[in-house]
């Protein structure tokens, strides 16, 4: 998004001819920022073979998927529906790969039959594998990342301990007992590396770790690093140098492929990275009260439409496309939900009206795809930027869309 003379901007186009054409609440999705993150994603690896996964929970816009298609990346999935998204859109199923989080076995075996490649993150799962497919369809273990924990960080520690995702370490030997029994094609190693990590060498450290269990592992055709690379969003906390990560993964991984005997391919999963700076929640700014001592301005959004703010706590920064360069005031900034629907407290912004153009920034990931229509209200459509040319990717729900699943009695 560039300031241009005194106006936001989104690709040459002014945001407020977006808000006008398209309404407001809307999303809007910068394919421009997608590419220059992608291509940062991978700018550090030269000579290992990167396979970037988009994780597509994080936006499972359909356009936004086949832009990425384009791109040149593959699909991590979560659930049956994204695989059959990731279909659609045209990606191979050898390139969607299924990463799912205690679900039934019944969910792996209709994702073997369409063809995608299987992630298991538990034994249960794992011997009912074996027992249906013996060696035949090649399986990945997702390993519980406390293997980074020996990274001393306190912080990565603690993350760790509320981790529920991926096998123990301390049960390496059951998975070998399991391979050794059904004769199992182990043929990815997977760690999820977690947004907790911030620094190249900290999360070297974890990699050489998942080096000396692969070596354990005679079938493998790739390691996968899962996602969690963290984006900058303007609020001064530290993000991981991409590029010098990618210098550093190359080198080691080209070491530990030697050691190993041959080639693998290396996997990262990327969403929140590649799609979360690209997007934007753009409002209007419907009431402007002074509460107590507090200057609030409401905006006809919520967090129904983006969660983040209220559920973690994250920061977006916000931006008047209506009075860019106005004199800076302290705003707490909410939304229309019945309830406490903070966007932001004591926010420094320029002097804001009702009738502004408020831009939430950073919100490409989850926010589209955690919204609800808590309080009844249509979640806001989606427009794709591509090009210099805006395009409606997803309409606004309407009534029939609320009530359409119910069944009126009595
Ligand atoms: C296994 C796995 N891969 C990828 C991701 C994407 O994470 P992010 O959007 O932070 O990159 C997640 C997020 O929960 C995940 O659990």
């Not at 390691?223 to 991409?242: A, R, S």
């Not at 009738?355 to 794709?384: C, H, L, Q, W």
């Not at 409606?392 to 609320?402: G, K, Q």
Request: proline share 3%; net charge negative; with cysteine.
């Amino acid at each position: 998004m560039k300031l241009q003379n005194n106006t936001y901007h989104i690709q040459n186009i002014p945001v407020e001819n977006l808000a006008k054409e398209f309404g407001t609440p809307l999303y809007v999705y910068d394919t421009e920022v997608i590419k220059e993150h992608l291509d940062r994603f991978r700018e550090g690896f030269s000579s290992v073979d990167l396979r970037v996964k988009y994780a597509c929970k994080a936006l499972t816009n359909m356009s936004v998927m086949k832009f990425l298609l384009k791109q040149g990346t593959g699909l991590d999935t979560v659930s049956l529906p994204e695989i059959q998204m990731g279909l659609t859109v045209g990606f191979q199923p050898n390139d969607i790969v299924f990463t799912p989080n205690c679900v039934d076995f019944s969910e792996i075996e209709q994702a073997v039959e369409m063809g995608v490649k299987i992630n298991i993150e538990n034994l249960s799962n794992l011997e009912k594998f074996g027992q249906k497919y013996n060696g035949s369809v090649p399986v990945c273990i997702r390993l519980n990342p406390q293997i980074a924990a020996q990274a001393n960080s306190e912080k990565v520690d603690w993350w760790h301990k509320q981790s529920k995702f991926g096998i123990s370490l301390d049960q390496i030997d059951d998975i070998k007992a399991l391979e050794k029994k059904y004769d199992l094609t182990i043929d990815g190693i997977h760690i999820h590396s977690s947004s907790v990590i911030m620094s190249p060498e900290i999360f070297i450290s974890g990699a050489k770790a998942v080096f000396n269990i692969a070596m354990r592992f005679e079938k493998l055709a790739f390691i996968d690093f899962g996602g969690g690379i963290k984006v900058d969003v303007g609020d001064g906390n530290e993000v991981i140098d991409v590029i010098e990560l990618g210098k550093q993964l190359d080198q080691e991984f080209s070491v530990f492929c030697e050691k190993y005997g041959r080639k693998l391919e290396l996997w990262f999963e990327p969403g929140r990275y590649l799609v979360g700076n690209a997007g934007y929640l753009i409002t209007t700014c419907v009431v402007r009260k002074r509460n107590g001592g507090t200057e609030f301005l409401g905006v006809d959004s919520g967090f129904n439409q983006l969660i983040r703010p209220m559920m973690y706590g994250a920061y977006h920064e916000i931006h008047n496309a209506s009075n860019a360069n106005g004199a800076l005031k302290k705003y707490t900034v909410v939304g229309n939900i019945c309830e406490i629907d903070n966007f932001a407290i004591d926010r420094m912004l320029p002097e804001t009206k009702e009738g502004d153009i408020v831009i939430f920034k950073s919100a490409g990931a989850y926010g589209y795809s955690m919204a609800s229509t808590y309080n009844s209200r249509f979640r806001p459509p989606e427009v794709m930027v591509e090009g210099g040319q805006a395009r409606l990717v997803r309409r606004r729900d309407n009534y029939e869309d609320l009530v359409k699943n119910q069944i009126l009695v009595g």
